[in-house]
Structure formats: C-alpha cells, structure tokens
C-alpha cells in the first residue's frame, strides 16, 4: 500500500480537481478534498464511501478523507483613483537642511517655468514654516468648491500653501500623523486642474514628510538645493540618496547664494565658497543644473511678493533663475516626447 495504489484506487471516483492531496504511511491514510463549505452536507455520503473504499484495501490500518474550504481567489483591487489628476509631472524641490534658499529656488523656478509658456502649480509642502504667501504676496483663504480647495493664482501659476488657512504668526504645534493628514489634504483635496507641472517645494531634511510626498505624488525628479560650503554640502548629499531609496530621480542640483557681488563696485566675494554643489553633481554623477547669486533683489523681491523673475526679468538674478528652468523645461519636454509610460528600474 502506497499513495500511486491510493490514487488508482479513488481514480473510480472521478474526484478530478476536487483531490486535493494523498498521503500514505504505516497503514494510515489521509485523503484531502477541496470543495466549497456549502457542498460539505451533500458530499458526506461521497466522503463516507471512499473512506469504507480505502479501508478495505490491504494493509491500510486507518482511512480518513477530510474535506478543505474552497476558496476563491479574490478579485483584483481596482485601480487606485489617481491623487493627482490631470497633473502631467510633479516635481520636487528639496534640501537636505534648511536655510539654503529652498524655497526661494521653488518659486522663482514656477515662475520661470510658467513665462516659458507651461501651466504650473506650486505646492508649498513645508507645514511648519510654510512661506509661499509672503513671497507671492498672497494673504486669502481659498475657496470651496464642491467640496475641493480652489489654488490661489499668482504670476500665471496655481498656488496651495498651509499659510493660505492659518494666520502668519501661528505656530504650528502638531505631531507627525497630523501633517501626514495636511499633506494628503493638500495634494487630493485641491483642484489642481489640468497643469503642465506641479512644483513642491518640499520641507527640508529627509523625514515622513519627504517619503510621504515621494510616495503619494508620484515624482517625476527631484531638484536638490544647496549652498557651496561643505556641511551643507554633506545634507545636499543625504537629499540625493533618500531620493534614490525611493526610486525618484534626481534631475539635478542648483547652488544656491553661489557668490556674492557688491551693489557699489560690483566687487565678486565667495562668501560661502563657490563650485561645491557644481564638484559634488559630478561625484555623484547627477546633472548640474546652474549657480545663482546671492544679491539684494532677490531678498527685497521675496519680502515684497514679488519674485525676481518676474519684477526684474533683465537682472542677473532672474537670468540665473531662468537658466536652472531652461534645464529642467528641457527634461520635462525630453520625458514627454519620449512617451507618456516613463519606468524606473
């Protein structure tokens, strides 16, 4: 007696899919059946017999047939309800530490972007210290609409910032469950609308809230900021490797405050150094997306709502600014002529 003479004797049974295993050993026999829990009433006389069919064969002490719930398989989920519809790229622009102009870089590159004729959304993605009302001169709540925040508009771009809904002197006071919760807020509960580019300007360091946007926005790349000296350099560099942790790519890096030029004899003075941020995109081989000055215009405009790019387009800030968009316009056309399915191994 083995499991083969257990098989061609249940072969009379015509068991088909329903046999779902045979075991055999030291005269005791277990044979397993799959079928569906309301099927066990009506084939108990079918178990029944087999047992009595085995028993009687030679050198079988014991049979015993069970029967197993069938289960079907479950469906598929169905698709996931994009978090960003109509939204063609997303973009972030992060730091590895804060105090690096981030921000500054975030809005003059939306509206750079958007002069170069794309529809752009800015998304000010820093609960804690958000600052795109102030540097876009805008200080009203949003409107509801169907149950959805309508962005505010500035300098031909769609804008959404914490700062919209909570006065400028408050401190935000909450744990990290409760800015997961903005965020998601901010990302699915606006109406973006149909937008060429949405650009975040991310909150500084490599946290939840960086993993969460990562996830959820679905990132085409990243532009990391930094300034030349080493130590910010060093968190530059942390920036880049979340990033590829998460599978985002790093489209590249802009040093920012790169020198500083004298108002009065236009004197050039590298006060935090200058190139760091150019030699470390080469180290870690990601493209170098340009250097912008540190000048008085760009603080003066920031402070008055009124980005560089945008109140003096001529100066040497704004071209800097619009150089750093030029590059990454061009990736962004590059991606969409390459086909609409981009894949990142």
Not at 48 to 59: D, P, Q, R, S, T
Not at 233 to 244: C, H, I, Q, S
Not at 286 to 305: M, S
Not at 312 to 331: M, S, T, Y
């Amino acid at each position: 007696m083995n499991e083969d003479s257990i098989r061609v004797a249940l072969a009379k049974f015509n068991l088909g899919k329903m046999l779902d295993g045979v075991h055999a050993q030291d005269g005791l026999v277990q044979v397993t059946l799959s079928i569906k829990r309301e099927e066990a009433a009506t084939l108990e006389p079918l178990r029944a017999k087999i047992e009595a069919e085995l028993a009687a064969m030679k050198g079988v002490k014991n049979a015993a047939v069970v029967f197993t719930a069938h289960r079907e398989p479950a469906p598929p989920p169905p698709p996931a309800a994009p978090t960003l519809p109509g939204v063609k790229r997303v973009i972030a622009v992060a730091s590895g530490k804060g105090g690096v102009g981030k921000s500054t870089v975030a809005v003059n590159l939306a509206v750079a972007l958007a002069q170069s004729g794309l529809s752009v959304g800015l998304l000010d993605a820093d609960i804690y210290g958000p600052s795109l009302p102030r540097m876009l001169g805008l200080n009203r709540k949003p409107e509801v609409r169907d149950g959805k925040m309508l962005p505010l508009h500035a300098w031909g771009v769609k804008c959404m910032s914490i700062g919209f809904l909570v006065d400028e002197n408050t401190a935000m006071v909450w744990r990290g469950p409760m800015v997961m919760g903005a965020l998601n807020q901010m990302l699915s509960q606006v109406e973006w609308g149909a937008l060429d580019v949405l650009v975040i300007d991310m909150p500084p360091g490599t946290g939840d809230a960086q993993l969460t946007l990562a996830q959820k926005a679905n990132l085409f790349g990243a532009v990391i900021v930094s300034t030349p000296q080493d130590i910010a350099l060093l968190d530059a560099r942390r920036g880049v490797k979340m990033f590829e942790q998460v599978h985002v790519p790093v489209l590249g890096i802009v040093e920012n405050m790169s020198y500083f030029c004298c108002p009065n004899c236009n004197h050039r003075t590298e006060i935090f150094g200058h190139g760091g941020a150019e030699a470390e995109a080469a180290r870690m081989n990601v493209p170098f997306l340009g250097a912008v000055p540190l000048l008085l215009a760009i603080r003066e405009t920031g402070d008055e709502g009124a980005p560089v790019v945008a109140s003096d387009p001529d100066g040497a800030a704004a071209v800097a600014f619009k150089a750093v968009a030029a590059q990454v316009a061009g990736l962004l056309q590059g991606a969409a002529q390459a086909g609409p399915k981009i894949t990142i191994a």
